[in-house]
């Protein structure tokens, strides 16, 4: 797929509101906490959308991920054809008395790709049917996505106090358990062909947009990948074949492994730059 070209997804449903149009509707959630809404699930990906809701009814609040679809942009957006047009780069937020910050520093709804993210209270569940309260937005709002709101994670300020509280200590299993990923001994050596390649490469002006562009910063990041052993266990305790391939910075990497376990070499024999489809 071109980076170039759109992507097109289906909402999931269509919220029911009660709030009608744009002008009165709370301009974030949970500012009218008993404003009400329901969505029903719609999708054709979803092969038992009721099935899908199955566990979320012991969450008390939901991320709803929506379209803001009464926007000139959106409205431009859809069909096939992408939006024509652009979006203005700064924005005066309502509470700043007329100064602008730029847009992704607010939470306007004209924006690019125009998605938005409202937090919920999930009042109930019947069948595929959701009903929340304390929303901000219109009916006709198609929902891209409903994810469970987990404060442990999605509130930074009590994940870090939680953390410097407890400091948890990390529990696995036994199988899990091993001094480091590196200890299998594996050994990463770079032939002179590979090596001289790599430094002409890295050299071709023609090559942009690189991450590591000195030899010294992409064969450390490529003894740090391989030494953690990527391949998977086929690979590396059936597949005859030792040969392993990787694409690194825009440079496509054959690797050979060879020796015992415990004594592996991963051996770099060539360098070069990922070809491009047309």
Known sequence: MNAQEPYSFEPIGYLKSCFQARNGTPRQAG???SAKATLTLTSSHLNNPAFS????????HVWLIFVFHLDRHAQDSLGEEKARGTVKSKIAPPRLA???LGLFATRSPHRPVPIGLSLVKLESIEGETLTFEGVDLVSGTPVLD???YIPTWDEPTRLQ???EEHRPKVLLPDWAQTPSIYEHGLEVAVSAKAAQALETTLADERLTGTLLPTSEAFLSVLAQLLAAEPRSRYRRDICSDRLYFVELDGLHVTVWFDGEPGQEVAEVL??????VKQ
């Open 98 to 100: 007329g100064e602008k």
């Open 53 to 60: 809701l199955e566990g979320l009814e012991g969450f008390s």
């Open 146 to 148: 409903v994810k469970p």
């Open 270 to 275: 060539r360098i070069k730059p990922v070809e």
């Open 161 to 163: 106090a939680d953390y």
């Open 31 to 33: 500012l009218a906490p």
